[in-house]
Protein backbone atom coordinates (compact mmCIF):
# COMPACT_ATOMS: atom_id res chain seq x y z
CA UNK A 1 0.00 0.00 0.00
CA UNK A 2 1.47 3.33 -0.90
CA UNK A 3 1.29 6.97 0.54
CA UNK A 4 -0.62 9.75 -1.00
CA UNK A 5 0.94 13.52 0.86
CA UNK A 6 -1.32 16.12 1.10
CA UNK A 7 -0.66 19.70 2.24
CA UNK A 8 -3.77 21.48 4.11
CA UNK A 9 -4.06 24.74 6.30
CA UNK A 10 -7.90 25.66 6.00
CA UNK A 11 -8.27 27.42 3.12
CA UNK A 12 -10.46 26.71 0.37
CA UNK A 13 -7.71 25.49 -2.06
CA UNK A 14 -6.27 23.22 0.62
CA UNK A 15 -10.26 21.41 1.22
CA UNK A 16 -10.39 21.37 -3.03
CA UNK A 17 -6.63 19.73 -2.22
CA UNK A 18 -7.68 17.37 0.16
CA UNK A 19 -10.88 16.29 -1.71
CA UNK A 20 -8.39 14.82 -4.48
CA UNK A 21 -5.94 12.99 -2.51
CA UNK A 22 -8.97 11.58 -0.22
CA UNK A 23 -10.29 9.95 -4.30
CA UNK A 24 -7.02 9.33 -5.04
CA UNK A 25 -6.14 7.09 -2.21
CA UNK A 26 -9.70 5.91 -2.18
CA UNK A 27 -8.55 4.67 -5.64
CA UNK A 28 -5.47 3.73 -5.26
CA UNK A 29 -6.15 1.84 -1.55
CA UNK A 30 -3.41 4.33 -0.18
CA UNK A 31 -2.97 5.62 2.96
CA UNK A 32 -3.41 9.60 3.40
CA UNK A 33 -1.05 11.72 5.31
CA UNK A 34 -2.47 15.28 5.94
CA UNK A 35 0.31 17.47 6.32
CA UNK A 36 -0.58 21.10 8.75
CA UNK A 37 2.72 22.62 8.38
CA UNK A 38 3.30 25.41 11.34
CA UNK A 39 5.88 28.34 12.17
CA UNK A 40 5.77 30.24 15.46
CA UNK A 41 5.46 33.92 15.33
CA UNK A 42 6.15 36.96 17.28
CA UNK A 43 4.32 38.29 19.94
CA UNK A 44 3.94 41.54 20.04
CA UNK A 45 5.45 44.06 22.97
CA UNK A 46 4.64 48.19 23.02
CA UNK A 47 6.10 49.42 20.23
CA UNK A 48 8.15 46.38 19.42
CA UNK A 49 5.45 43.98 17.03
CA UNK A 50 7.12 41.12 15.87
CA UNK A 51 10.40 41.82 17.67
CA UNK A 52 10.59 39.30 20.24
CA UNK A 53 9.98 35.61 19.76
CA UNK A 54 7.05 33.21 21.06
CA UNK A 55 8.89 30.70 23.46
CA UNK A 56 7.85 28.19 26.10
CA UNK A 57 4.16 27.71 26.59
CA UNK A 58 3.24 29.69 23.77
CA UNK A 59 5.04 26.99 21.29
CA UNK A 60 2.92 24.22 22.95
CA UNK A 61 -0.38 26.98 21.87
CA UNK A 62 0.78 26.78 17.96
CA UNK A 63 1.14 23.35 17.85
CA UNK A 64 -2.15 22.60 19.88
CA UNK A 65 -4.04 25.53 17.37
CA UNK A 66 -2.36 23.84 13.88
CA UNK A 67 -3.60 20.43 15.15
CA UNK A 68 -7.45 21.73 15.66
CA UNK A 69 -7.05 23.47 12.73
CA UNK A 70 -5.95 20.21 10.81
CA UNK A 71 -8.90 18.61 12.33
CA UNK A 72 -11.29 21.35 12.13
CA UNK A 73 -10.53 20.93 8.14
CA UNK A 74 -11.02 16.81 7.94
CA UNK A 75 -14.28 17.49 9.91
CA UNK A 76 -15.14 20.18 7.16
CA UNK A 77 -14.46 17.87 4.39
CA UNK A 78 -15.64 15.08 5.75
CA UNK A 79 -12.67 12.81 5.61
CA UNK A 80 -12.91 10.41 8.44
CA UNK A 81 -16.54 9.35 6.35
CA UNK A 82 -14.29 7.64 2.92
CA UNK A 83 -12.96 4.60 4.55
CA UNK A 84 -9.20 5.62 4.28
CA UNK A 85 -6.36 5.27 6.35
CA UNK A 86 -5.37 8.65 7.50
CA UNK A 87 -2.15 9.73 9.05
CA UNK A 88 -2.24 13.31 10.96
CA UNK A 89 1.60 15.30 11.06
CA UNK A 90 1.14 19.20 12.41
CA UNK A 91 4.85 19.61 11.66
CA UNK A 92 6.61 23.09 12.55
CA UNK A 93 8.37 24.89 9.74
CA UNK A 94 7.80 26.71 6.44
CA UNK A 95 5.30 24.50 4.15
CA UNK A 96 7.29 24.10 1.18
CA UNK A 97 9.87 22.89 3.14
CA UNK A 98 7.99 20.34 5.46
CA UNK A 99 5.90 19.05 2.39
CA UNK A 100 9.02 18.37 -0.04
CA UNK A 101 10.39 16.52 3.06
CA UNK A 102 7.12 14.44 3.66
CA UNK A 103 7.32 13.87 -0.19
CA UNK A 104 10.02 11.33 0.52
CA UNK A 105 9.30 7.67 -0.17
CA UNK A 106 5.25 8.95 -1.10
CA UNK A 107 4.05 7.99 -4.11
CA UNK A 108 2.12 11.57 -4.58
CA UNK A 109 1.82 14.65 -3.38
CA UNK A 110 -1.17 17.11 -3.57
CA UNK A 111 -1.36 20.71 -2.88
CA UNK A 112 -3.71 23.16 -3.61
CA UNK A 113 -2.90 26.09 -6.51
CA UNK A 114 -3.88 28.93 -3.33
CA UNK A 115 -2.88 28.62 0.43
CA UNK A 116 -3.52 31.56 3.13
CA UNK A 117 -1.34 34.29 2.49
CA UNK A 118 0.84 35.54 -0.30
CA UNK A 119 -0.94 37.88 -3.29
CA UNK A 120 -4.23 36.42 -4.54
CA UNK A 121 -3.75 37.54 -7.63
CA UNK A 122 -1.40 35.14 -8.29
CA UNK A 123 -2.07 31.99 -10.59
CA UNK A 124 0.24 29.71 -8.29
CA UNK A 125 1.05 29.87 -4.62
CA UNK A 126 4.74 29.72 -4.11
CA UNK A 127 4.06 26.65 -1.64
CA UNK A 128 2.59 24.75 -4.67
CA UNK A 129 5.49 26.63 -7.08
CA UNK A 130 8.72 24.90 -4.64
CA UNK A 131 6.40 21.85 -4.33
CA UNK A 132 6.32 21.10 -7.87
CA UNK A 133 10.00 22.20 -8.17
CA UNK A 134 11.44 20.44 -5.54
CA UNK A 135 9.38 17.48 -4.36
CA UNK A 136 10.32 13.72 -4.47
CA UNK A 137 7.39 12.05 -6.24
CA UNK A 138 5.20 13.36 -8.48
CA UNK A 139 2.62 16.29 -7.54
CA UNK A 140 -0.69 17.12 -8.34
CA UNK A 141 -1.74 21.12 -7.96
CA UNK A 142 -5.41 21.50 -7.50
CA UNK A 143 -7.31 24.43 -8.14
CA UNK A 144 -10.72 25.44 -7.23
CA UNK A 145 -13.19 25.46 -9.31
CA UNK A 146 -16.93 26.70 -8.81
CA UNK A 147 -18.34 23.95 -11.20
CA UNK A 148 -17.17 20.88 -8.98
CA UNK A 149 -15.08 22.14 -5.80
CA UNK A 150 -11.65 21.24 -7.39
CA UNK A 151 -9.98 21.01 -10.54
CA UNK A 152 -5.89 19.69 -11.20
CA UNK A 153 -3.54 21.69 -13.13
Given at each position: ??V ?6 H ?21 L ?18 A ?22 L ?13 R ?6 A ?9 G ?7 S ?7 Q??LG????Q ?23
Amino acid sequence: MGVIVVGVDHSAGAKAALRFALEEARLRQATLRVVHAWQFGYIGATGLEGALPAVGGELEEFREGAAAALEETLRDVGADKDGVAIERRVDQGAAAAVLVEESRGADLLVVGSRGHGGFAQLLLGSVSQQCAQHAFCPVVIVRGSAKNGHGVS
